[in-house]
């Protein structure tokens, strides 16, 4: 049975982008930041990413982030799934909406799910081969699978910055606990990659 993990890049104080995100700027101001362990990382964070992409099966994502790398200024052909892996490998995307898009820039990499989060899990699971379905966010998107205990796995990449606003991963206001168990830890300069097993 594939694990479904909760994989996102966040600011030591939860946040998962920077303010302002539009399709201009996917990370809002100032939220490059948080990516710079995957685009200009040390050899540790390239095995952290390159591990990512060869244990991923299928990818659930929501439709505000799906618009901004099918945007103009989004995924290119050429770059695949995000910072393409060294295998080339491209998993299916499953986004949550609620209505699919009329036509997309990238082609028929992505598969549209209008019927929730339980049911993208379901579809994904059936093309995963037992690998993992990697959860890749936003943060609304990413709370929502750990919110209804579809998440097994937590795998943060916490940049050392503080940003001050943006996009929350965890809500602001009262909800409910989530307890983890610490399973494995990678530090570089860029990032601290921290894993959790979600506790059921």
């Known amino acids: 049975m594939s694990a479904v993990v909760v994989d996102i890049s966040m600011s030591l104080d939860g946040y998962v982008t920077g303010p302002d995100v539009d399709l201009e700027h996917g990370l809002g101001q100032g939220g490059e930041v948080l990516h710079v362990w995957a685009i200009d990382g040390d050899a540790a964070d390239r095995a952290v990413l390159d591990s990512s992409f060869l ?8 439709r505000t982030l799906f618009d901004i790398i099918d945007g103009p200024n989004g995924w290119s052909e050429e770059m695949g799934y995000g910072a393409q892996g060294a295998d080339k ?6 986004v949550l909406t609620h209505e699919p898009p009329a036509t997309t820039r990238l082609g028929d990499r992505f598969r549209f799910v209008t019927d929730g989060p339980a049911s993208a899990l379901r579809q994904a699971q059936e093309v995963a081969d037992g690998k993992d379905i990697v959860v ?18 937590v795998r943060l990449h916490v940049a050392p910055v503080v940003l001050g606003a943006g996009t929350r991963l965890f809500p602001a206001e009262s909800a409910a606990r989530i ?8 530090s570089t300069p860029a990032a601290q990659h921290l894993t959790y097993k979600v506790v059921k």
Do not use: K, R, S, W
């Open 55 to 62: 244990e991923t099966g299928a990818v659930i994502q929501g």
């Open 89 to 94: 490998h491209v998993p299916p995307i499953f």
């Open 179 to 186: 307890n983890l168990e610490l399973t494995g830890t990678v």
């Open 136 to 153: 890749m966010g936003g943060g609304e998107t990413c709370y929502a699978f750990l919110a209804a205990g579809l998440a097994d796995v």
